[in-house]
């Protein structure tokens, strides 16, 4: 991703070169993947501190102390505190259908800008609450704020980076989301010292600092080219911003491509409708199986619970914390590899390697719980630290396959015409299956136990055959060209037909 790398126009890519413009640009708008990475961490660490158990729900608070008849799985189990955790995912579903018409009709820009000012009121409502419905009313902002950035994000850097280095640009996001997840557990482990019993406080309101970022940042962002043509008849504007982005004067085939999407996005007047039609139904399966697989690899069991869990096997809350920091770790570094080799090795590579690499980690630590942790008492501390050490294993999976990827492939393949819409569609579903997840979970840990793991491993297998067969490699192909991947694939192909061949990707 070195700065001053060019792009050749041979093999259906587009005159240019990665620019420090475009690089700026996309890190100020990856930090929308902060806010929301953030919150994930923040969220599992604060529902596992005493103080804050005990001041918001102190049913389970009382249980976890004085309970000890109850099920080693079953001491976080309440309603209400999952609802404190998924209220934000159900607000960010609806924000995200809004933002697609904000998005398609004022531009990517002022969605990210609305997306960091409402995550801004969120953590400063949350970090001042008193009682329950404060808290609840400062996730519902939060969601709204990750639902608008979570729209137009992924899109912003597909639309901005340039075709050769489109999957490292894109793959920023999920890196971002883990810098964010990492930061909260830091900061979750030192508040949790704090003898007053108020870190929890601090917590939650320096989500404001990612959302202050993203904000301001959102006020000197550029426009995308394929926005500025989408929204005005002016061409000029959007050819100036593309000799800019590319850093060359000859853009002109690129261009051509961004207009004549255009022109058939003119056309669609109800892009979820048109989304409905054969020849995009590749694209409208993607944009439902890859959200709904990302969230039933199980890594909501890390991101939301982790500390929790720790906590079940029998860590106290200072290590089921800074366990929780580690296995932050691990993901940030394993979404910055999948950064330096995506655009080498390809997507199908690495949804593979990932996929295997959960599914034997899941079944691992499902046995080891199975064995080791019964209703009652601890894990040893050697198998507490073997089922961390697994847990890492499976989080490197997952940040350098079903993490990253989950964002980047839905957003580079939809055409224009429907590419708002196709976005939306994604980051419903999304929201919607990390709903489901955080809502159940707790109960599903109580009632499955240790088979918990087995139920998503089992997940994990059947996606992985999903991407061998039905996903086609869609590395190094220009966003507006991506429909040939589709009439090349050995299945699609008998669904959309060979309906424009004047799209054919050359042969290097």
């Known amino acids: 991703m070195a700065v001053g790398l060019a792009i050749s126009s041979a093999g259906g890519q587009y005159n240019g070169k990665m620019t420090p413009f475009v690089l700026l640009s996309c890190m100020v708008a990856a930090t929308g993947g902060v806010i929301f990475g953030y919150d994930i961490g923040i969220s599992g660490g604060v529902t596992s501190m005493e103080p804050f158990l005990k001041k918001f729900f102190p049913e389970v608070y009382t249980r976890m102390k004085s309970d000890m008849k109850i099920s080693n799985y079953c001491k976080f189990d309440s309603e209400l505190l999952t609802s404190f955790t998924s209220s934000l995912y159900i607000a960010g579903l609806l924000a995200s259908l809004f933002a697609s018409l904000v998005t398609r009709a004022y531009g990517r820009k002022p969605s990210i800008l609305a997306g960091g000012a409402a995550f801004l009121a969120g953590s400063a ?107 005005s008849i002016d061409h ?132 080891v719980m199975a064995a080791q942790l019964g209703d009652h008492g601890g894990v040893s501390k050697g198998y507490a630290y073997l089922v961390l050490v697994l847990i890492c294993i499976y989080v490197a999976g997952f940040g350098w396959s079903w993490g990253p990827l989950g964002w980047l492939v839905p957003s580079e393949i939809f055409p224009l015409e429907i590419r708002s819409a196709g976005q939306s569609i994604n980051v419903v579903v999304n929201f919607l299956f990390t709903f489901i997840v955080a809502q159940t979970f707790l109960a599903m840990l109580c009632h499955f136990k240790s088979g918990i793991f087995f139920f998503f491993g089992g997940w994990v297998m059947v996606m992985t055959v999903f991407v061998y067969l039905f996903l086609p490699e869609t590395k190094n192909v220009p966003i507006e060209k991506m429909e040939m991947v589709w009439v090349e694939h050995w299945f699609w192909r008998r669904i959309v037909g060979d309906f424009s061949k004047d799209a054919k990707i050359e042969a290097p």
């Open 125 to 231: 409502l949350n970090g001042a609450a008193l009682n329950i419905y404060m808290l609840i009313l400062g996730r519902i902002l939060l969601g709204v704020g990750v639902g608008f950035a979570n729209q137009a994000v992924p899109l912003y850097l597909s639309e901005m980076a340039p075709a050769k280095h489109r999957g490292a640009i894109n793959n920023g996001f999920q890196f971002s989301v883990g810098i964010g997840a990492l930061s909260a557990n830091l900061i979750n482990y030192g508040t949790e010292k704090i003898k007053a019993g108020w870190g929890w406080r601090i917590s939650l309101a320096m989500a404001a600092v990612p959302a202050s970022m993203l904000t301001l940042g959102a006020f000197f962002l550029p426009e995308t080219p394929n926005s500025l043509i989408q929204r």
């Open 236 to 367: 000029q504007r959007a050819k100036q911003m593309l000799q800019r982005i590319r850093g060359v004067d000859d853009v002109e085939a690129e261009l051509d491509d961004l207009i004549k999407a255009n022109n058939v996005s003119k056309t669609i007047k109800y892009p979820f409708k048109k989304i409905l039609e054969r020849k995009y139904r590749p694209q409208l399966v993607m944009a439902i199986a890859i959200p709904f697989f990302q969230q039933v690899t199980g890594i909501n069991v890390i991101a939301f619970y982790a500390p929790i869990l720790f906590r079940t096997i029998g860590l106290g809350e200072s290590a089921s914390l800074l366990s929780a920091v580690m296995t932050g770790v691990v993901g940030t570094i394993s979404t910055f590899i999948s950064m330096l080799i995506v655009d080498n090795f390809g997507r199908r590579a690495l949804f593979m390697v990932g996929g295997i690499q959960m599914l034997v980690s899941q079944i691992m630590v499902g046995g």
